[in-house]
């Protein structure tokens, strides 16, 4: 705590996705190591397998379940998005939805008691969270774990529906193929069985929020912090990157995964040698093209990792990779289709190269360990990711077909080959280093997570 400020009680609520939960646990866990106490909301299966919080700073973190409601059409226990088909998404922000009534109920205890909260940290999509908030008088402030960078590219948000498609399109116009943009207009701007689009929920809580934090830092992203509080008229800041312990204390439970065989395998290779290949737990990639990204590291010749993620509608006993490929590739590549340890693998001395789509959690995770990138956005804020990193060259993206996304072996090899193989790769590596300078401090981004903490405490003093 700062000297002679109160502690705080913060109230943090993520989105219902681990791309989500896990980078607000460690912002919980770095509030409660400076004496405040954090209320932690989700739901109860999603609580169950997150890590543990450590045991010194359980006394100062409540783990909050709120039963998510059952919707027709949802798979019973889907309470993360990676437990639900691509195409079910918005049924599951309709079941998210039904939380409305349970937390105003948990707010309204909470205000009651002993220890009023301070704050409400809701994500971007949770608008009925702001607006319970302000009814109760508790300031909010929306934490958005993505790029300032792109956050600046998509602009102010509109709240009207019928603005939205138009607006989506417009920001994407200058840089985006044409395949991105249409996605991302459907994606952000269509209302859907919730009623309610992604943007109207960011335009929503933007609205009812006092202060904007950003999964970011100053020293990555220089400058456009200051643009981003002039496009949303209040304080925007950055609360830290929040790159992954390597103790093992980040991520879900493993549910008696063994991951020995995979570093085992590791500890094999020659060092600097393997291409760690993973797509996320969400992305919808078709079969056909997980066919042709393993042709195309076969093609490449590297020796590779592959976490590799059964697409929806495949059952478990069909085949997604070519005949015959983990015979043809077994002596230099390990595919894998379970749990995997991320952050150990990419701590790897043997890893050389990241091929991924671009999520901003795994692009920080990738960043931290000095990895150049292989690039392949499948939806949302990732197109955009790969061109802020393009632009920074640490690596190059895959070429794709602009007007379906579609992309090909003889693309994907020679992206692994440009980075991992070829000469232009040390410039990549060397890049990626120099960012990692920044990603890996540690000391230097928890000063910045003080910076958003002197803002929480600044404001409650000014409103005393």
Known sequence: ???????????????????????????????????HRVSFVSTPRNLARLRPVRPALRGLVDLVALPLPRVHGLPDGAEATSDVPFEKFELHRKAFDGLAAPFSAFLDAACAGDKRPDWVIPDFMHYWVAAAAQKRGVPCAVLIPCSADVMALYG?????????????????????????????????????????????????????????????????????????????????????????????????????????????????QPAKSVVYVALGSEAPVSADLLRELAHGLELAGTRFLWALRRPAGVNDGDSILPNGFLERTGERGLVTTGWVPQVSILAHAAVCAFLTHCGWGSVVEGLQFGHPLIMLPIIGDQGPNARFLEGRKVGVAVPRNHADGSFDR????????????????????????KLQEIVADRERDERCTDGFIHHLTSWNELEA
């Not at 939205?164 to 193929?177: L, W």
């Open 156 to 268: 102010q948000p509109t709240e009207t529906s019928t603005e939205q498609p138009e607006a989506i399109a417009r920001s994407m116009a200058a840089e985006a193929p044409s395949f991105e943009a249409e996605r991302n207009t459907e994606e952000y701007g269509t209302a859907g069985a919730s009623g309610v689009s992604i943007m109207t929920r960011f335009s929503l809580t933007l609205k009812w929020s006092k202060l904007v934090a950003l999964r970011s830092c100053p020293e990555l992203e220089p400058g456009v912090f200051t643009t981003l509080t002039r496009v949303y008229s209040k304080p925007v800041v950055p609360f830290g990157l929040l790159p992954p312990r390597r103790d093992g204390a980040h991520g879900v439970r493993k549910n008696g995964e063994d991951d020995g065989a995979i570093i085992r395998w590791l500890d094999e």
């Open 410 to 433: 003889s693309g994907v090899a020679g992206a692994v080959r440009a980075v991992a193989v070829e000469e232009e790769g040390k410039a990549f590596a060397a890049n990626a280093r």
């Open 1 to 35: 705590m700062e000297n002679g400020s109160s502690p705080l009680h913060v109230v943090i609520f993520p989105w219902l996705a681990f791309g989500h939960l896990l980078p607000f646990l460690d912002l919980a866990e770095r509030l409660a190591a400076r004496g």
